[in-house]
């Protein structure tokens, strides 16, 4: 039984009308990932105490279990939590009327963002420290040090990391058929349900997500060229 070409064709715009939601939560992941990566980042570099122990247990966490196990535990917990609080409190409404995709804004932040604070703890430290004592001792703040001189060069390192991060983030939001989110694979998997053409599906899936990957890492090795600028020699 050879492949069913128009069916190829039609699945392909079904999965295709997928890609702003994988993008929605790729977007938001990441405004909430990136600062919150890099001030974990800089937790565990100045030996906070608690913070520092609690980024490196969550790292490990996130790291050491599948993407899939973090969502059961997030989309099977966080309702049972919310329902506790609802009835303690007497509010009036239903956590299963919840949008799934509250939830994977949720899982999709955390696991990028103890991702992203080894990116950046490695990418600081590539920036001398004497930038900064220079940069406090010429008059600016801190925060004008961090924003006009560190980040900008802790940028250009981190790019590649964070492209990959990003290109990895967009992959993993084919998971979210577990969350009964209308996602690319989930519409190509309800096209294909009718007449068993899940091969036909699967190459759909694959071609969407090699063309959308493909025109992120494009974008960011456009970025990159532009940050260069930035990038100190060192002698």
């Known amino acids: 039984m050879g492949i069913d070409v128009?069916?190829?064709?039609?699945?392909?715009?079904?999965?295709?009308?997928?890609?702003?939601?994988?993008?929605?939560?790729?977007?938001v992941a990441l405004f909430i990932s990136l600062p919150l990566g890099f001030l974990l980042a800089l937790t565990r570099l100045n030996q906070l105490p608690i913070l520092n122990q609690f980024s490196r247990v969550y790292v490990s966490f996130v790291r050491g279990t599948p993407v899939i196990v973090q969502i059961?535990?997030?989309?099977?917990?966080?309702?049972?939590?919310?329902?506790?609080?609802?009835?303690?409190?007497?509010?009036?409404?239903s956590v299963y009327d919840i949008n799934p995709i509250w939830y994977a804004f949720i899982v999709f932040s955390l696991n990028t963002t103890a991702i992203l604070i080894e990116v950046f703890r490695s990418a600081i430290n590539t920036v001398s420290k004497g930038q900064l004592e220079a940069a406090l001792?010429?008059?600016?703040?801190?925060?004008q040090a961090f924003r006009r001189i560190i980040?900008?060069?802790?940028?250009?390192?981190?790019?590649?990391?964070?492209c990959t991060a990003t290109v990895n983030l967009i992959k993993a939001t084919s998971l979210g058929y577990a969350m009964s989110l209308h996602?690319?694979?989930?519409?190509?998997?309800?096209?294909?349900?009718?007449?068993?053409?899940?091969?036909?599906?699967?190459?759909?899936?694959?071609?969407?997500?090699?063309?959308l990957c493909s025109v992120v890492e494009y974008l960011f090795k456009w970025y990159e060229k532009r940050l260069t600028k930035y990038k100190i020699v060192s002698v």
């Open 151 to 162: 980040i900008p060069q802790t940028l250009v390192v981190a790019l590649p990391n964070i």
């Open 137 to 143: 001792s010429v008059g600016l703040t801190q925060p």
């Open 183 to 211: 996602e690319i694979t989930l519409k190509a998997q309800v096209a294909a349900n009718v007449g068993y053409n899940y091969v036909e599906a699967y190459i759909d899936i694959f071609l969407v997500y090699l063309i």
């Open 72 to 93: 059961f535990i997030i989309y099977n917990s966080v309702p049972l939590l919310l329902a506790r609080i609802f009835e303690k409190y007497d509010i009036q409404s």
């Open 6 to 27: 128009p069916f190829l064709i039609d699945t392909f715009f079904i999965a295709l009308s997928g890609v702003p939601v994988a993008l929605l939560i790729t977007i």
